[in-house]
């Protein structure tokens, strides 16, 4: 069943078309992976679908209800939440107080299991801004869990992370999707990761859709190997 | 039509701040107990004032200190919880005064209407301001203060019917206030416990409230607004909030203003009057509620005493001001903080060795 959709979903920045009518479905209960180039579109479908951008045209349904117009706000209330591939937390707090302010706006009533699946607990009194960027990573994935949404938006969540952070953080992903029961879009650079995690994949190339299913699939594809994976694959 | 997007949202986006303001949040837990101890001693020692210093004329510059010291601490507040810069915020603290003054000396209003309508006029305004500009960012918001406090000056010098103009307007009232005739409110000695006790009930209040959740959210939205709106959470209204609160303290310290003073001019509400005030925010240190008022004190001492050698007083000011910037970003009540922690520190670490 589809959870998140898209139909036609173009955005356009001036005469650049950095989405161009772009089908996309993403199905209950799976870790689905977005991949492509630099410039494929990947982030631009990310802030379209969580409601940063508006879209030139085209449509964005969660659990069939068209929130296209919806502001930010109502997604994430809606169950609709997402991270960042740039590290957006509140560095002058601690990990504790801004899980906790979060937790309280989102009615999360078990902050402490988020804290330990993420392995949050030797930071809480933790000036954010004080830890570990990997650390800062995890913190931002948590503060996208509270409240139990159902969809959430993964941008890139090992970029600047040593092979073995981004593993660990992959199985992360992997666990809370399966624990809390969340869909997740995963955008990823990481070609391990996301093999690792993903049930399904699409392939972004210029805006465009270039290839989706099965990630062996996908991975064999010929277009996706001369547009993105190369020897990757 | 061209179709285009609105510009995407980056989760940094907001201004940069001012390292004054870089300073920890509060944190949720509470005061360690000496702390609040010796808080408490200095609050009660504070009342002893008029029998220490018995020269009216020092305890007249504290008095103004302190009054200014509310306007300080408004300014001061509203940077460290939003990061909102004003330079405008003399328009609340003119307003109260300057709607006090006119309703009790033109309208012959009952002295507490008069007060009364002048925080409430002081509140309206600031809210009404709040609603329009806090939504613009970093320096531009700075300029809008500006700009609304300029206007009102100019309201104010062209209403000369109601507000005297340029001759500024006295107070006169019939009755008393708390007992106290109009003349004795002039008094530094009648008049300080009353603004001792204002001032630490507004700090205090703004104390506790910056350690509520409503605290926090402010501080979130300072840090990251893009972020506070992904979590679920409004970050125009309490911004909103936030900066009619400030504007009401502004108000509350015009209010004891005219009723000290018992006369007010446009160079209340004059841009001079604001910038003073960010200065002394910014000496005292907006990292804690006690620096501004501090610095606000330090500023009408300092003035009196480099004034009596000097008509370039301000250069003494500027002075300071640099050295403080580039030695304790964080003003005089950070480095009393940081000099009592290194302090502590070398205690505990010869109490060890002594161990």
């Known amino acids: 069943m589809a959870v998140l959709e898209a139909r036609g979903l173009t955005c356009a920045y001036g005469g650049v078309r950095a989405l161009d009518r772009l089908d996309l479905v993403v199905e209950a209960g799976l870790v689905h992976g977005l991949i492509g180039p630099n410039g494929a579109g990947k982030s631009t479908c990310m802030e379209a679908l969580s409601g940063g951008v508006r879209p030139s045209e085209g449509v964005v349904l969660l659990d069939g209800e068209d929130v296209t117009r919806r502001s930010v706000r109502w997604r994430r209330h809606a169950g609709l939440s997402r991270s960042f591939q740039r590290t957006s937390i509140f560095p002058a707090l601690t990990v504790h107080d801004q899980l906790d302010l979060a937790a309280r706006r989102a009615g999360e009533t078990d902050l402490d299991t988020i804290v330990a699946l993420l392995s949050l607990e030797a930071f809480l009194d933790e000036r954010c801004a004080d830890i570990a960027y990997g650390d800062q990573r995890r913190v931002d994935i948590a503060l996208a869990l509270l409240g139990r949404p159902r969809v959430l938006l993964l941008d890139e969540p090992t970029a600047g992370l040593s092979v073995e952070e981004s593993l660990v953080l992959g199985d992360h992903v992997a666990a809370l999707a399966k624990e809390r029961e969340v869909t997740v879009l995963l955008v990823e650079h990481d070609l391990d990761v996301v093999f690792r995690v993903c049930d399904v994949l699409t392939v972004l190339h210029l805006g465009r859709l270039l290839a989706h299913g099965d990630p062996l699939a996908v991975r064999a594809d010929p277009r996706v190997v001369e547009a993105y994976l190369g020897s990757a694959a | ?355």
């Open chain 2, 1 to 355: 039509m061209n179709p285009s997007v609105a510009a995407p949202a980056t989760p940094d986006a907001g201004t940069t701040l001012p390292a004054a303001v870089a300073e920890p949040v509060p944190q949720s837990d509470g005061l360690r107990p000496w702390v609040a101890g010796l808080v408490l001693a200095v609050f009660l020692a504070g009342f002893a004032l008029p029998y220490v210093v018995t020269n009216d004329f020092y305890l007249g510059l504290a008095v103004e200190g302190v009054i200014f010291g509310l306007l300080a601490l408004s300014i001061g507040w509203l940077l460290r919880q939003t990061g909102l810069v004003s330079f405008g915020h003399a328009a609340y603290f003119g307003t109260a005064a300057y709607v006090v003054a006119v309703a009790s000396t033109r309208w012959q209003w009952p002295i507490a209407a008069s007060v009364a309508a002048g925080l409430l006029a002081s509140v309206v305004l600031a809210g009404l301001v709040g609603l329009l500009i806090v939504r613009v960012p970093g320096i531009s918001f700075a300029m809008l203060t500006l700009a609304v406090g300029q206007a009102l000056y100019v309201i104010i010098t062209k209403l000369r019917d109601q507000t005297g103009g340029f001759d500024g307007l006295p107070l006169r009232f019939e009755g008393t206030v708390a007992g106290w005739e109009r003349v004795e409110l002039g008094e530094p000695a009648v008049f300080w416990p009353v603004v001792w006790v204002a001032l630490g009930s507004v700090m205090v209040g703004l104390w506790a409230l910056s350690r509520t959740h409503y605290g926090r959210l402010l501080a979130a939205i300072r840090e990251n607004e893009v972020r506070a709106r992904y979590c679920g959470f409004r970050t125009y209204l309490p911004r909103v909030a936030a900066f009619t609160l400030s504007g009401a303290i502004s108000g509350l310290g015009g209010l004891l203003f005219i009723i000290h003073n018992s006369f007010v001019s446009p160079e209340t509400v004059f841009w001079t009057t604001s910038g003073n005030a960010l200065v002394m925010a910014l000496v005292g240190g907006v990292a804690s509620v006690a620096g501004p008022p501090l610095g606000a004190v330090l500023f009408f001492f300092g003035r009196d005493e480099f004034s009596a050698g000097t008509d370039r007083w301000q250069l003494v000011l500027g002075s300071v001001l640099i050295a403080l910037v580039i030695f304790a970003p964080g003003g005089l009540a950070s480095l009393a903080a940081r000099t009592a922690s290194a302090v502590g520190r070398r205690f505990e670490r010869s109490r060890h060795g002594r161990a």
